[in-house]
T-cell receptor, first 113, second 117 residues
Framework: GDSVTQTEGLVTVTEGLPVMLNCTYQ???????FFWYVQYLNEAPKLLLR?????KRTEHQGFHATLHKSSSSFHLQKSSVQLSDSALYYC???????????FGKGTSLVVHP | DTTVKQNPRYKLARVGKPVNLICSQT?????MYWYQKKPNQAPKLLLF???????READTFEKFQSSRPNNSFCSLYIGSAGLEYSAMYLC????????????????FGAGTRLSVL
């Protein structure tokens, strides 16, 4: 079956510095969409980014990610983090004809002054 | 309105007792999901409804039941709670019917934290 791997459980970054959250995946299908969800404390997870196009950069709220099928990756990056970016970030994938999105364990991002 | 509501936010249950969690959405989404989230684990899909068709995961088939009396409402039922059921339960909905930019994008509720004692 499909799998999503987020290697870091916790990432701590100083405000103003760049960050990259890793996401790699395994899937046997080609018609697949990839997602980053963000969950702030005591809130519902919500969509941050979505992509299904290989080698195309997708941006939202200062974050960006590029799907690289050659390396099975969809890393999330930001060039300058803010304190308000502290949250739990989930990487996920969903096959086109499959109603069962698969999630990674999540990476907790802590931004400190 | 892109709200998915879950009730209650916190639930305390006794071992061996039933538990019923409630979720609603007003986006006319055709698919509703229930995920179980435990610390340091990925959200685990328990079951989902595509329209009126219930699909339960093989490894949790006998542990969870659900109903969807109308498009907006979905419940998760545990017949006899065990300690291992203590977790955050996340409800989500999506529009799965048409392929496009928003297909399979999940809209989540804030979750119900279940503690079984």
């Amino acid at each position: 079956g499909d799998s999503v791997t987020q290697t870091e459980g916790l990432v701590t970054v100083t405000e103003g510095l760049p960050v990259m959250l890793n996401c790699t995946y395994q899937t046997a299908y080609s018609d697949v969409a990839f997602f980053w969800y963000v969950q702030y404390l005591n809130e519902a997870p919500k969509l941050l980014l979505r992509s299904s196009t290989d080698n195309k950069r997708t941006e939202h709220q200062g974050f960006h990610a590029t799907l690289h099928k050659s390396s099975s990756s969809f890393h999330l990056q930001k060039s300058s983090v803010q304190l308000s970016d502290s949250a739990l970030y989930y990487c996920a994938l969903s096959e086109g004809g499959n109603y069962k999105p698969t999630f990674g364990k999540g990476t907790s991002l802590v931004v400190h002054p | 309105d892109t709200t998915v509501k879950q009730n209650p936010r916190y639930k305390l249950a006794r071992v061996g007792k039933p538990v019923n969690l409630i979720c609603s959405q007003t986006m006319n989404h055709d698919t509703m999901y229930w995920y179980q989230k435990k610390p340091n684990q990925a959200p685990k899909l328990l079951l989902f409804y595509y329209d009126k068709i219930l699909n339960r995961e093989a490894d949790t088939f006998e542990k969870f039941q659900s109903s969807r009396p109308n498009n907006s409402f979905c419940s998760l039922y545990i017949g006899s709670a065990g300690l291992e059921y203590s977790a955050m339960y996340l409800c989500a909905s999506s529009r799965s019917r048409d392929w496009g930019p928003s297909q399979n994008t999940l809209y989540f509720g804030a979750g119900t934290r279940l503690s079984v004692l």
